[in-house]
Protein backbone atom coordinates (compact mmCIF):
# COMPACT_ATOMS: atom_id res chain seq x y z
CA UNK A 1 0.00 0.00 0.00
CA UNK A 2 1.49 3.56 -1.01
CA UNK A 3 1.70 5.90 1.62
CA UNK A 4 1.73 9.35 1.78
CA UNK A 5 3.69 12.42 3.76
CA UNK A 6 2.55 16.04 3.32
CA UNK A 7 4.39 19.05 3.98
CA UNK A 8 4.55 22.03 3.21
CA UNK A 9 2.15 23.74 5.90
CA UNK A 10 3.31 26.44 8.33
CA UNK A 11 1.40 30.04 9.73
CA UNK A 12 0.63 32.60 7.28
CA UNK A 13 -0.80 35.55 7.09
CA UNK A 14 -4.46 36.36 5.57
CA UNK A 15 -4.20 36.89 1.72
CA UNK A 16 -0.55 34.81 1.58
CA UNK A 17 0.06 31.50 -0.45
CA UNK A 18 1.73 28.25 0.62
CA UNK A 19 2.10 25.22 -1.35
CA UNK A 20 1.67 21.71 0.08
CA UNK A 21 3.36 18.99 -0.69
CA UNK A 22 2.06 14.88 -0.39
CA UNK A 23 5.28 12.66 -1.12
CA UNK A 24 4.40 8.66 -2.35
CA UNK A 25 6.36 5.68 -1.13
CA UNK A 26 5.56 4.45 -4.36
CA UNK A 27 4.25 4.77 -7.72
CA UNK A 28 0.85 7.08 -8.02
CA UNK A 29 0.87 6.60 -11.68
CA UNK A 30 -2.03 3.96 -11.67
CA UNK A 31 -3.89 6.08 -8.85
CA UNK A 32 -6.86 7.28 -10.73
CA UNK A 33 -7.78 10.21 -8.24
CA UNK A 34 -5.67 11.82 -5.85
CA UNK A 35 -7.22 13.93 -3.52
CA UNK A 36 -6.84 16.61 -0.74
CA UNK A 37 -8.95 17.30 2.61
CA UNK A 38 -9.05 19.33 5.71
CA UNK A 39 -9.97 19.19 8.90
CA UNK A 40 -10.57 22.49 10.89
CA UNK A 41 -11.14 22.61 14.62
CA UNK A 42 -13.82 21.42 15.90
CA UNK A 43 -14.98 20.49 12.06
CA UNK A 44 -15.51 17.09 10.49
CA UNK A 45 -12.66 16.20 7.73
CA UNK A 46 -14.07 17.47 4.12
CA UNK A 47 -12.92 16.93 0.35
CA UNK A 48 -11.66 20.06 -1.09
CA UNK A 49 -9.80 19.06 -4.17
CA UNK A 50 -9.51 16.39 -6.41
CA UNK A 51 -7.18 15.41 -9.32
CA UNK A 52 -7.38 12.69 -11.90
CA UNK A 53 -4.63 10.51 -13.66
CA UNK A 54 -5.67 12.41 -16.56
CA UNK A 55 -5.66 15.70 -15.12
CA UNK A 56 -9.03 16.29 -14.76
CA UNK A 57 -9.64 18.93 -11.26
CA UNK A 58 -12.41 19.13 -9.21
CA UNK A 59 -13.21 21.36 -5.90
CA UNK A 60 -15.20 22.47 -3.40
CA UNK A 61 -16.45 26.17 -3.63
CA UNK A 62 -14.84 27.49 -0.44
CA UNK A 63 -11.31 27.08 -2.57
CA UNK A 64 -12.74 27.37 -5.94
CA UNK A 65 -10.48 30.03 -8.28
CA UNK A 66 -7.85 29.73 -5.01
CA UNK A 67 -6.66 26.64 -4.96
CA UNK A 68 -4.81 24.87 -7.25
CA UNK A 69 -3.71 20.79 -6.86
CA UNK A 70 -1.57 18.89 -9.54
CA UNK A 71 0.31 15.83 -9.70
CA UNK A 72 3.32 14.98 -10.51
CA UNK A 73 3.54 11.36 -11.84
CA UNK A 74 7.00 11.41 -12.36
CA UNK A 75 8.07 12.31 -8.81
CA UNK A 76 5.26 10.44 -6.62
CA UNK A 77 3.69 13.93 -5.45
CA UNK A 78 0.78 15.64 -5.20
CA UNK A 79 0.96 19.79 -4.91
CA UNK A 80 -1.66 21.96 -3.21
CA UNK A 81 -1.29 25.38 -3.90
CA UNK A 82 -3.10 27.99 -2.05
CA UNK A 83 -3.52 31.54 -2.52
CA UNK A 84 -5.83 34.08 -1.30
CA UNK A 85 -5.81 32.55 2.04
CA UNK A 86 -8.12 33.68 4.79
CA UNK A 87 -8.51 32.67 8.78
CA UNK A 88 -11.05 29.69 7.42
CA UNK A 89 -8.85 28.29 5.54
CA UNK A 90 -7.08 27.16 8.97
CA UNK A 91 -6.77 23.54 9.37
CA UNK A 92 -4.88 20.15 9.12
CA UNK A 93 -4.31 19.23 5.62
CA UNK A 94 -4.36 15.80 4.38
CA UNK A 95 -3.91 14.05 0.97
CA UNK A 96 -5.45 10.47 0.09
CA UNK A 97 -6.18 8.47 -2.39
CA UNK A 98 -9.37 5.89 -2.83
CA UNK A 99 -8.28 2.99 -0.21
CA UNK A 100 -5.16 4.26 1.21
CA UNK A 101 -3.94 5.24 4.47
CA UNK A 102 -4.32 8.98 6.20
CA UNK A 103 -1.16 10.39 6.92
CA UNK A 104 -0.20 12.77 9.68
CA UNK A 105 -1.10 15.40 7.81
CA UNK A 106 0.58 19.34 7.96
CA UNK A 107 -1.13 22.25 9.45
CA UNK A 108 -2.04 25.48 8.00
CA UNK A 109 -2.80 28.36 9.70
CA UNK A 110 -3.82 31.67 8.91
CA UNK A 111 -3.24 34.35 11.17
CA UNK A 112 -2.52 37.99 11.43
Known amino acids: QVRLVESGGGLVQPGGSLRLSCAAS????????MSWYRQAPGKQRELIASITSGGITNYVDSVKGRFTISRDNAKNTVYLQMNTLKPEDTAVYYCKYAGGPWGQGTQVTVSS
Open 26 to 33: GSIFSIYV
